[in-house]
C-alpha cells in the first residue's frame, strides 16, 4: 500500500470506507509529513495539531458508526493564509496585522469544508496580501520548491502547492488574481483551478476586486471537482457569488472526445517559451488529440493587456494601504509599497480606461469560445526561478507579471482555468499546460484535465525531499 501522505482524497475516502485505516492514521501522517518537510520549504505559517488530531477522532468516530459527515470526512486539507480559519489568526503574510482578535468565523470555502468533515491541518504561506507571483513575506519568509528548496514555489498559493505536492494534505484552497493558484501548481507539479469567477464566494472580499477567485489545489482533476462541489455555492456574505457548480464530477467520465480545442503555444509568437516547456505542453496537445479531441493551432486575439491589468491590480494595492502611516508603510515589502505609490496616482478616468480594456478582452474571448470548447497554452512560458526573487535574474523583467502572459489576462476575462502537469525540464522541474473554458464552464476544463490524468499523460515523478 502507499504511504497515506501519497494518496488523493479519493483513496483516503475509500479506505476509510472500507477500514483500511481510519482518518487519525491519515492525519497522523501528514502531521509527520509536515515535521519533515516544513524546515526544507517553509510552507507553513501555523499548524494545528491538536485541533487536527481531535477533528480526526472525531471523524473516525463517524466511520465507525457508518454515519459520514458529508463528501470529505476526515481528509487532511490545509488552507492559505489569505482565508479566514476560525479559532487561529489569518496574518496575510504581514508585519501589519494583529494576532490578537477573536477569528471567530469561517471563509465561506472554509466553512463549507468543515461542514464536510474535512480535517484542518493548518495555513499556508503567502507573500503579503497575495500581491505577487512568488511566496515570501516580511513576515513568513521564503517557500521553496518541493522539488528544489532553492528555487521558488510560484504564488501567491506557494504554500498550498508545495503542500500537496509534498503529502502534507491531500486537498488546500487557493487564491487566484493574476495566476496565483495555477503558478504555484505549474511550479510545483499539482493540479490547480481557478474557477469562473464567483463560483467559489469570497469574504472579505479581496483588495484586487473581482480580479480575485479562490478555487482547489489538489493531486488530481477528480479530487478538485470533487473540493469543488463542496466549496462552491451560495454565501450571502459574497453578492457576486453564482451558486452550486452542478454537474461537474458527473461530467469527469464523458473525456474529451469531440471537444474543439484552440492550441495557442505562444500567443501568436508574443510569448517567449522555453524549449522544454514548448515540447512537453505540446505532447499533452497530442494526447488530447489521441483521446478524440479535435485540434486546431489558433491564437485568441490577445494584445497584451498587461498595464491594464497593472492599473486595477496596483490601484487595489494602493486602496489595501490606504489606511497605513509612515510606521506601518516601513514594515512592508518593498515592492508592494512601490506598487501601491504606483496605484495610488492613477486618477479615475485611467481606472475606467483599464475596465473598458477588460470588458473589451472578455467580449473577445466570448468569441473566440463560440468556436472553440476549450483553449491550451503553457501555463507558464519557464519552470521555477531563484527563491527569494520576484523576477529571474537577467529577464528584464520588472514585475511578476512579466513572466505570467498566459495566467492573468484569464483574471480580467473570469473564465475557469487549470493548470495540469505535463513533464519535467532537464533540471528536474515541473512544466505545466493550461486549460482554460469559457465563462461557466468549469466543467469542461475538469474534463479535459480528468482525462490527462486517466491517460498517463499528466504523470510526473514526484519530489524528493527527505521523507518524501
Not at 286 to 303: R, T, V
Amino acid at each position: 500500500m502507499s504511504p497515506l501522505t501519497d494518496l488523493t482524497a479519493h483513496q483516503l475516502l475509500a479506505g476509510y470506507e472500507k477500514g483500511d485505516f481510519t482518518p487519525v492514521d491519515a492525519t497522523r501522517a501528514a502531521l509527520e509529513r509536515i515535521e519533515v518537510v516544513q524546515p526544507l520549504v517553509n510552507a507553513f505559517v501555523r499548524v494545528d495539531t491538536e485541533q487536527a488530531l481531535a477533528q480526526a477522532r472525531a471523524s473516525a468516530g463517524r466511520w465507525h458508526r457508518g454515519e459520514p459527515q458529508g463528501l470529505l470526512d476526515g481528509v487532511p486539507v490545509t488552507v492559505k493564509d489569505l482565508l479566514l480559519q476560525r479559532g487561529g489568526p489569518t496574518l496575510r503574510g504581514s508585519k501589519n496585522v494583529s494576532e490578537q482578535g477573536s477569528w471567530d468565523e469561517d471563509a465561506p470555502s472554509v466553512a463549507r469544508l468543515r461542514a464536510h468533515g474535512a480535517v484542518f491541518l493548518g495555513k499556508t504561506t503567502t507573500p503579503e496580501f497575495g500581491w505577487k507571483g512568488v511566496t515570501d513575506s516580511p513576515r513568513h519568509g521564503v517557500t521553496g520548491n518541493p522539488y528544489d528548496p532553492a528555487r521558488t514555489s510560484g504564488g501567491s498559493s506557494g504554500g498550498s502547492a508545495a503542500a500537496v505536492a509534498l503529502g502534507a494534505g491531500a486537498l488546500s484552497i487557493g487564491t487566484d488574481g493574476g495566476g496565483s493558484i495555477r503558478i504555484p501548481a505549474s511550479f510545483c507539479g499539482v493540479f490547480g483551478l481557478k474557477p469562473t469567477y464567483g463560483r467559489v464566494p469570497l469574504y472579505p472580499s479581496s483588495p484586487f476586486g473581482t480580479l480575485s477567485h479562490a478555487g482547489p489545489m489538489t493531486r488530481d482533476a477528480a479530487d478538485a471537482a470533487l473540493m469543488l462541489d463542496v466549496i462552491s455555492g451560495e454565501d450571502w456574505r459574497d453578492w457576486s457569488h453564482l451558486g452550486p457548480a452542478a454537474g461537474v464530477r458527473g461530467a469527469l467520465a464523458e473525456g474529451v472526445k469531440g471537444l474543439r480545442i484552440a492550441y495557442s503555444p505562444s500567443f501568436g509568437g508574443q510569448v517567449a517559451v522555453r524549449p522544454a516547456v514548448a515540447s512537453a505542453v505540446r505532447r499533452a496537445v497530442g494526447a488530447l488529440a489521441e483521446l478524440g479531441a479535435f485540434i486546431e493551432e489558433s491564437d485568441p486575439d490577445i494584445a497584451d493587456p498587461v498595464e491594464a491589468f497593472h492599473t486595477l491590480w496596483f490601484s487595489g494595492a494602493a486602496r489595501l494601504l490606504q489606511p497605513y502611516g509612515p510606521r506601518q508603510r516601513e514594515l512592508l515589502d518593498p515592492g508592494l509599497r512601490e506598487i501601491a505609490g504606483h496605484g495610488a496616482r492613477y486618477s479615475a478616468l485611467e481606472y475606467l480606461a483599464a475596465v473598458d480594456t477588460r470588458m473589451a478582452l472578455g467580449r473577445r474571448m466570448g468569441r473566440f469560445h463560440s468556436s472553440y470548447d476549450l483553449l491550451v497554452t503553457p501555463t507558464l512560458p519557464i519552470t521555477a526561478f531563484e527563491a527569494g526573487v520576484e523576477v529571474p535574474a537577467h529577464s528584464g523583467h520588472r514585475r511578476w507579471t512579466g513572466w505570467t502572459p498566459f495566467t492573468y489576462p484569464f483574471n480580467m476575462t473570469q473564465q475557469p482555468a487549470a493548470t495540469v502537469p505535463c513533464g519535467l525540464d532537464d533540471d528536474g522541474l515541473p512544466i505545466g499546460v493550461q486549460l482554460i473554458g469559457p465563462r461557466h464552464a468549469d466543467a469542461v476544463v475538469l474534463r479535459a484535465a480528468h482525462a490527462l490524468y486517466e491517460s498517463g499523460a499528466a504523470a510526473i515523478p514526484a519530489p524528493t525531499l527527505a521523507g518524501s
